[in-house]
């Protein structure tokens, strides 16, 4: 799986340093596969004098934050459709679906030992269907007679840890500054990545207050974008979009419940709290997708 992972992020970071240079990631300098015979080398741009220090990837994100990620997350997807053979070239990789299933299930096992009220028998049990390899794949698929987008390059794994910020003195929240870790890279469905990063990256009381204006926003991203699409025709009516984001959000539950048992000192309650802001997240978005 580790070979498979660095050689999909190496092909990315070679295709991105030609066609996606606008991109908000590192900047490619040198790479080398990996196979049972070779240590893989990924070398690239160093960010240590511009990424902010002391400010924790896992505090919510703000509306204002995010609208530039969907923007990078919009252009990548258009531009991708005028790659050749994108579903055969960048397909899934088992290896890694099979280990985000088991990670999500043994998480979904450690939270129910909390006793937290609201995750539910019925909770857990949607959980572990939808971490069901088939389910997965399905929810990862574009589903293009449904949704109207074919499959477009989706980063996979867009959640608050594989995001870089950056902030200077007189701005009152940092920038983003790039977006890591790309070995999950597949051709697959345009509003997973948005579904994370919304559903993962803000805090629930914010992403419902914001949803539908960042809806929006990618919305008209889309029709902005689509302009570069060369020989594909896109039709995506708003409805379509929306159906496809919360059918993603489905997805979203699955590295939300993964982010709050593996990062329990970015979880720990305020004074006064009972839960911690990882937890309520958590909590909001299974109320948003799967019901109070």
């Not at 340093?17 to 080398?32: A, D, M, N, V």
């Not at 990618?218 to 919360?246: A, C, G, M, P």
Request: proline share 4%.
């Amino acid at each position: 799986m580790i070979a498979s992972a660095h050689n999909r992020e190496l092909a990315f970071y070679r295709l991105a340093s030609e066609k996606f240079k606008w991109l908000h990631c590192p900047r490619f300098i040198y790479g080398e596969e990996m196979s049972e015979k070779q240590e893989g080398v990924i070398l690239m741009e160093d960010f240590t004098g511009r990424c902010a220090k002391g400010i924790s990837p896992f505090k919510g994100l703000s509306k204002k934050q995010v609208l530039p990620i969907v923007e990078d997350l919009v252009r990548i997807q258009c531009q991708s459709l005028n790659l050749p053979k994108l579903e055969h070239t960048y397909p899934q990789i088992n290896s890694v679906v099979q280990a985000i299933s088991k990670c999500v299930l043994m998480s979904s096992n450690t939270l129910a030992t909390r006793n937290l009220s609201w995750f539910t028998s019925d909770i857990i049990k949607k959980i572990a269907e939808n971490a069901q390899l088939e389910n997965l794949l399905s929810l990862y698929s574009a589903q293009t007679e449904k949704f109207g987008m074919p499959p477009v390059l989706v980063h996979a794994d867009l959640w608050p840890g594989n995001l870089l910020w950056e902030k200077k003195d007189d701005e009152e929240e940092p920038k983003m500054l790039a977006i890591l870790d790309w070995q999950c890279l597949h051709a697959g469905s345009f509003t997973t990545d948005l579904a994370v990063l919304i559903g993962v990256s803000m805090d629930g009381e914010v992403r419902r207050k914001e949803e539908a204006a960042i809806l929006e926003y990618f919305y008209q991203k889309l029709q902005e974008y689509k302009k570069l699409i060369n020989d594909v025709e896109v039709n995506v009516t708003f409805e379509q979009f929306e159906n496809s984001y919360r059918k993603s959000l489905r997805y979203a539950v699955l590295p939300m419940v993964m982010t709050v048992v593996c990062n329990p000192k970015e979880d720990v309650p305020e004074k006064g709290e009972v839960e911690g802001i990882l937890t309520k997240r958590l909590k909001l978005l299974l109320e948003d997708v799967f019901g109070k």
